[in-house]
T-cell receptor
Framework: GAVVSQHPSRVICKSGTSVKIECRSL??????MFWYRQFPKQSLMLMAT?????????EQGVEKDKFLINHASLTLSTLTVTSAHPEDSSFYIC???????????FGPGTRLTVL | KNQVEQSPQSLIILEGKNCTLQ??????????LRWYKQDTGRGPVSLTI?????NTKSNGRYTATLDADTKQSSLHITASQLSDSASYIC??????????FGAGTTVTVRA
């Protein structure tokens, strides 16, 4: 149990376009979902925290208008990278926190490459 | 300054050998400490979770120890296999939601 999926697993886009990444909790309801970014050989860095039905809370330095987060249901959160630029190329990982357990379950990640 | 420091940054071991990874943290107050395995291009997978009252936790060939007094943890891998090649991340939780991540130790197991 406690499986989290992400789609797509890999995406390549042109500079200036927008990209949407989905994060789903497959077998549990996630009261809270988290979005992380990981650059090569670095730690995961928390970008934002989202609760179902409310606005996301962004970490300092993360542009909320650039990284749009929607947590429409207890099993789905989306991250949209708007007007992507090469410096946005990174590995984006989501995690979901179950209501029944104090633990975050991580998705497999999405590799974004902006040309 | 990162509140979770891991060492070594990387290591190479021969298949079948043991190794120990270290994690020092300064996060306070302390809720729990987790070790994750992250394969290249994949999300982290939980290996062990320990609260401050636990000293050791095992998961197959992985054994984690915790000394809450000195704020140190270790992850011991026994009889390493090629599939153990990955990044191992120490994560400390100081409340229900926020996690502090170490930079990870990259382990390479060679035949």
């Amino acid at each position: 149990g406690a499986v989290v999926s992400q789609h797509p697993s890999r995406v390549i886009c042109k500079s200036g376009t927008s990209v949407k990444i989905e994060c789903r909790s497959l077998d549990f309801q996630a009261t809270t979902m988290f979005w992380y970014r990981q650059f090569p050989k670095q730690s995961l860095m928390l970008m934002a925290t989202s609760n179902e039905g409310s606005k996301a809370t962004y970490e300092q330095g993360v542009e909320k208008d650039k990284f749009l987060i929607n947590h429409a249901s207890l099993t789905l959160s989306t991250l949209t990278v708007t007007s992507a630029h090469p410096e946005d190329s990174s590995f984006y990982i989501c995690s979901a926190r179950a209501a029944f357990k104090d633990e975050q379950f991580f998705g497999p990640g999405t590799r974004l490459t902006v040309l | 300054k990162n509140q979770v420091e891991q060492s070594p940054q990387s290591l190479i071991i021969l298949e079948g050998k043991n190794c120990t990874l270290q994690c020092n943290y300064t996060v306070s107050p302390f809720s729990n400490l987790r070790w994750y395995k992250q394969d290249t291009g994949r999300g982290p997978v939980s290996l062990t979770i320990m609260t401050f009252s636990e000293n050791t936790k095992s998961n197959g060939r992985y054994t984690a120890t915790l000394d809450a007094d000195t704020k140190q943890s270790s992850l011991h891998i026994t009889a390493s296999q090629l599939s153990d090649s990955a990044s191992y991340i120490c994560v400390v939780s100081f409340n229900d939601y926020k996690l502090s991540f170490g930079a990870g130790t990259t382990v390479t197991v060679r035949a």
